[in-house]
């Protein structure tokens, strides 16, 4: 037996982007529902974000203490204290509170695994019936990708889940991968006491500009992380777990991290009933409307759509779909030009990133690589973070980079990147000029306090100025 219930809106996942879609939805009115099946919050507040950061944040802190002369540190940190904290930032795994939080603002909740089958049609668990008006928004995000490896199902490896969860510290650590997951992970675990070696087949970082990637592996290599450049061709384990390369040789480790990729998480979500790819990335315009299917009902926000694979670019999306949602309830004009209230512009324009390493990498918009294999005609303006005043007193021997680069005929910045200690909190100016089209010559009325990092502002602005 089944039973349908009618809504305004189903929100298949209770993510971070979801409840930021079902939030602007039932803002706006529309009687709104919750379907998950796990715990409410989703991949940020419990396996990313938030564990991620707090196991990052007592070692960078450690060494920009121990980077200040005068100031004594202790011999390490202590790891049951850390994990103890780790655990209250993922509020122990249990969603009380953001359920609390759904009932609190009127949005229904039903627990269960939500599937398409068939137009504004979700049904939960094989059972129930959830029907919508005028929407069904898909936030489900994204899963580990896994490489095909001879023994590694069997050797039961980490993924970001177990990384940023795990209740000990295993004595050694190799991590495979070289993007942000897996320099970040073995940068904590390393700060908490495993011997780690990461195994990466290419460069770090290798979207961002080619200085974030090798400054990272310097700061990795001086925090005793092993930095190999190597391909993976098996694992096994019998205890412990031995990694294979290419070039013949073994890694002994006591974990294994695969940090390799994103799939997206649509193989169960029944988009073959409305005409879509099972286990595809949905496309949609930059409403996040999915764009293979009819009337315009569907929505895919967040990683899902493979947009930007960023929590806050996935709340953004949530802010932007929620509100286009609305608006075509009311029968309005859908503003979705460039920058229009119902148009993701910024995930391609200006989607901005940090790498809570330690140097920080972070960046927003376009590398220099990206922006002229765009075709933009650009300039890239590089300097020497540590020569600013106020990074020489944040730090002893503060070494970073800074780099801009100028669209040559409108004088604005497509990009930016910072690389070193604190550079997270230079970010969002970078995004505000960036996103806001802010042109070079109105930069240099922005000026930066005395002594802080952000002079690096002027120095950039000075490099400009003087063709260097």
Same mark, same amino acid.
């Given at each position: 037996?089944?039973?349908?219930?009618?809504?305004?809106?189903?929100?298949?996942?209770?993510?971070?982007?979801?409840?930021?879609?079902?939030?602007?939805?039932?803002?706006?009115?529309?009687?709104?529902?919750?379907? *998950?099946?796990?715990?409410?919050?989703?991949?940020?507040?419990?396996?990313?974000?938030?564990?991620?950061?707090?196991?990052?944040?007592?070692?960078?802190?450690?060494?920009?203490?121990?980077?200040?002369?005068?100031?004594?540190?202790?011999?390490?940190?202590?790891?049951?204290?850390?994990?103890?904290?780790?655990?209250?930032?993922?509020?122990?795994?249990?969603?009380?509170?953001?359920?609390?939080?759904?009932?609190?603002?009127?949005?229904?909740?039903?627990?269960?695994?939500?599937?398409?089958?068939?137009?504004?049609?979700?049904?939960?668990?094989?059972?129930?019936?959830?029907?919508?008006? %005028?929407?069904?928004?898909?936030?489900?995000?994204?899963?580990?990708?896994?490489?095909?490896?001879?023994?590694?199902?069997?050797?039961?490896?980490?993924?970001?889940?177990?990384?940023?969860?795990?209740?000990?510290?295993?004595?050694?650590?190799?991590?495979?991968?070289?993007?942000?997951?897996?320099?970040?992970?073995?940068?904590?675990?390393?700060?908490?006491?495993?011997?780690?070696?990461?195994?990466?087949?290419?460069?770090?970082?290798?979207?961002?500009?080619?200085?974030?990637?090798?400054?990272?592996?310097?700061?990795?290599?001086?925090?005793?992380?092993?930095?190999?450049?190597?391909? !993976?061709?098996?694992?096994?384990?019998?205890?412990?777990?031995?990694?294979?390369?290419?070039?013949?040789?073994?890694?002994?480790?006591?974990?294994?991290?695969?940090?390799?990729?994103?799939?997206?998480?649509?193989?169960?979500?029944?988009?073959?009933?409305?005409?879509?790819?099972?286990?595809?990335?949905?496309?949609?315009?930059?409403?996040?409307?999915?764009?293979? !299917?009819?009337?315009?009902?569907?929505?895919?926000?967040?990683?899902?759509?493979?947009?930007?694979?960023?929590?806050?670019?996935?709340?953004?999306?949530?802010?932007?779909?929620?509100?286009?949602?609305?608006?075509?309830?009311?029968?309005?004009?859908?503003?979705?030009?460039?920058?229009?209230?119902?148009?993701?512009?910024?995930?391609?324009?200006?989607?901005?990133?940090?790498?809570?390493?330690?140097?920080?990498?972070?960046?927003?918009?376009?590398?220099?690589?990206?922006? *002229?294999?765009?075709?933009?005609?650009?300039?890239?303006?590089? %300097?020497?973070?540590?020569?600013?005043?106020?990074?020489?007193?944040?730090?002893?021997?503060?070494?970073?980079?800074?780099?801009?680069?100028?669209?040559?005929?409108?004088? !604005?910045?497509?990009?930016?990147?910072?690389?070193?200690?604190?550079?997270?909190?230079?970010? %969002?100016?970078?995004?505000?000029?960036?996103?806001?089209? !802010?042109?070079?010559?109105?930069?240099?009325?922005?000026?930066?306090?005395?002594?802080?990092?952000?002079?690096?502002?002027?120095?950039?602005?000075?490099?400009?100025?003087?063709?260097?």
């Amino acid at each position: 037996m089944t039973t349908a219930d009618e809504y305004d809106v189903v929100v298949v996942g209770g993510g971070s982007t979801g409840e930021n879609v079902a939030d602007r939805t039932a803002a706006a009115g529309l009687r709104t529902v919750v379907v *998950e099946g796990g715990l409410v919050g989703g991949e940020c507040s419990y396996y990313a974000c938030m564990p991620s950061k707090a196991l990052l944040r007592p070692g960078a802190a450690a060494a920009h203490a121990r980077a200040v002369a005068g100031v004594s540190v202790g011999a390490g940190l202590d790891a049951a204290a850390v994990l103890a904290r780790r655990d209250s930032f993922a509020d122990h795994w249990k969603d009380e509170d953001q359920v609390a939080w759904l009932d609190g603002v009127g949005i229904d909740l039903v627990r269960g695994h939500g599937r398409l089958i068939g137009e504004r049609a979700v049904q939960v668990d094989g059972g129930r019936v959830l029907t919508a008006r %005028h929407a069904v928004a898909l936030c489900t995000g994204s899963l580990p990708a896994l490489p095909d490896l001879p023994g590694l199902a069997e050797a039961r490896p980490w993924t970001s889940r177990e990384a940023t969860s795990a209740r000990q510290v295993p004595p050694r650590l190799a991590v495979v991968g070289g993007g942000v997951v897996a320099v970040e992970m073995a940068a904590a675990w390393r700060s908490l006491g495993s011997e780690v070696v990461l195994l990466a087949r290419g460069p770090l970082l290798g979207r961002m500009e080619p200085f974030a990637g090798e400054l990272v592996a310097d700061g990795l290599s001086a925090a005793g992380v092993e930095v190999r450049q190597a391909e !993976v061709t098996g694992v096994h384990r019998d205890g412990e777990v031995r990694i294979d390369l290419a070039d013949g040789s073994t890694v002994v480790a006591d974990e294994v991290l695969f940090a390799t990729g994103r799939r997206p998480n649509t193989a169960e979500l029944g988009l073959e009933s409305v005409g879509l790819t099972p286990g595809s990335w949905p496309e949609v315009d930059d409403s996040c409307t999915v764009t293979g !299917v009819p009337g315009g009902w569907l929505y895919a926000a967040g990683d899902l759509n493979h947009r930007a694979l960023l929590t806050h670019q996935g709340k953004y999306q949530a802010r932007i779909a929620g509100a286009a949602i609305a608006a075509r309830a009311r029968g309005e004009r859908i503003d979705g030009g460039r920058w229009g209230a119902h148009s993701a512009t910024a995930d391609t324009a200006g989607a901005p990133q940090v790498v809570f390493t330690e140097p920080e990498a972070a960046s927003v918009g376009l590398s220099l690589a990206a922006a *002229e294999e765009a075709g933009l005609r650009v300039r890239a303006v590089d %300097h020497d973070l540590g020569a600013v005043a106020g990074a020489k007193l944040y730090a002893d021997g503060y070494t970073g980079r800074a780099r801009i680069v100028v669209d040559l005929d409108r004088e !604005v910045l497509v990009g930016a990147t910072f690389v070193g200690p604190g550079v997270a909190e230079l970010l %969002h100016a970078a995004t505000v000029a960036v996103v806001g089209e !802010v042109p070079v010559a109105r930069l240099w009325h922005a000026v930066p306090a005395y002594p802080t990092v952000s002079e690096i502002w002027l120095r950039l602005l000075e490099a400009w100025r003087d063709g260097e």
